[in-house]
Structure formats: structure tokens, C-alpha cells
């Protein structure tokens, strides 16, 4: 599919979406046993502490970081920047570079995976509008869901910072393992994975690694 193409198709459905789309209960931010509140360091501080920029560790947030950063300065009142705010609860689910190189090779049609700045610059061309929604689908505001809470929340919807929903997908293995997916909008790719729980832990805002970047419409 053509990236122009993919773009428009990503921009007007996610918007959409969004307005078709009404409010869920999310779960309860989880008890902490501390007598002390959860804390304020924004995801934003947690992402921009990682100063290397783009490298070969497929398994850090620098695409993110850089797509974050990006909409920020194109739009410095987007709802993006409830990130930067660590007063606000919120619940973000952060595709790692890997995810963006996937998401890449595939709107691409590419034989091989992208480097991060490559994986980037294809991101960045969708359009600063797609790029804002894409990111807003992967927040959910006013829940701090940690690794406990999240297990427990099969089949759970949980509404997004851009309106549509998520859905949480809790798979148990070898009687103990527990496996948290994400049900985006797109039934043509594998469900995000979890591969990384509780980042920023005791704070209000927390996040969790996943492995595919959610998509907030159906793509061919």
C-alpha cells in the first residue's frame, strides 16, 4: 500500500472512530500498599532521559521518542502533551523501535526491516495529524493500570486518549504465565504483546512495552 495512501485512510478512520466511539470504564489504579501517593515523573521525563538517539537496541523507544517530540513541537497544545504532565494518571502502552521497523516493513512492503531513523522519517511521512492519533490510541488517561491490575482485566475495553477502544486479551500458559495482548482495530495483524510491564512504577503515569504499534483502523 502507498504511504500517502495509508495515511489519509489512517487519518480520516481514526477520526472516526474516535466520534463513533463512546466512553468505557477503564480498571481502578491498583492498591500500592504505601502509605506515601504515587509520584509525578512524566513519561515524557522517562522517555527524553534516554539521550543516545537513534541506535541498533531494537527493544528502547527512541521512534517513539522522536515521534512524541515531533508533535509536540508541530502542535504544542496537542493532547499529546498530557505526557509531559505527571500530575495526570494515565495508563500508556509504548510500542518499542521494533514495532515502529514492523509497522514500517509491512505499510511498505519492505523485504527487510528498516533502521530506526529510516523507520522514523516513514512514521513522520504519514503526517503529523496520523502520527498524533496513532500516538493518542496508545494512551489511556485517568487509570495508573500496573502489571497486577492489567492480568486481571481479560476482556476488558479501555478507552483511549483518541476516544476508540482497546481491547485487553489475558492469555495463561503452563498454569502461571500470563500474557497481556492488546485487540487494536486491525483484525489483518497479530494482537500487540506485552513484553515489558510497570515502566515508571510508582508513579502516576506508567507504562508498558508492547511489540506491535496498535492501529486505530483496519488495514489491508
Excluded at 485487540?183 to 515508571?200: E, K, L
Amino acid at each position: 500500500m502507498k504511504i500517502a495512501r495509508l495515511a489519509a485512510r489512517m487519518a480520516v478512520g481514526a477520526m472516526a472512530t474516535a466520534l463513533a466511539t463512546t466512553a468505557v470504564a477503564v480498571p481502578a489504579a491498583s492498591a500500592t500498599g504505601k502509605a506515601k501517593p504515587l509520584g509525578t515523573t512524566s513519561l515524557a521525563q522517562v522517555l527524553t532521559k534516554d539521550t543516545s538517539g537513534f541506535d541498533r537496541n531494537s527493544r528502547d523507544f527512541d521512534v517513539l521518542t522522536a515521534a512524541v517530540l515531533a508533535v509536540l513541537e508541530a502542535k504544542p497544545n496537542s493532547p499529546v502533551k498530557v505526557l509531559t504532565d505527571g500530575t495526570v494518571a494515565l495508563t500508556a502502552f509504548i510500542p518499542t523501535d521494533a514495532a515502529f521497523q514492523q509497522l514500517v516493513r509491512e505499510i511498505t512492503d519492505a523485504k527487510k526491516l528498516p533502521s530506526e531513523s529510516a523507520a522514523f522519517a516513514a512514521v513522520a511521512g504519514l503526517g503529523i495529524d496520523t502520527v498524533e492519533n496513532v500516538l493518542l490510541y496508545h494512551v489511556v488517561p485517568g487509570a495508573t493500570i500496573d502489571r497486577n491490575t492489567a492480568v486481571r482485566a481479560d476482556g476488558t475495553d479501555l478507552t483511549t486518549a483518541l476516544g476508540a477502544t482497546i481491547e485487553v486479551d489475558v492469555r495463561t500458559y503452563l498454569f502461571f504465565f500470563r500474557q497481556v495482548r492488546l485487540i487494536d482495530a486491525d483484525t489483518n495483524d497479530r494482537n500487540a504483546r506485552v513484553v515489558s510491564f510497570d515502566i515508571n512504577k510508582g508513579n502516576r503515569q506508567i507504562a508498558h512495552a508492547v511489540d506491535r504499534v496498535l492501529r486505530p483502523i483496519d488495514l489491508p
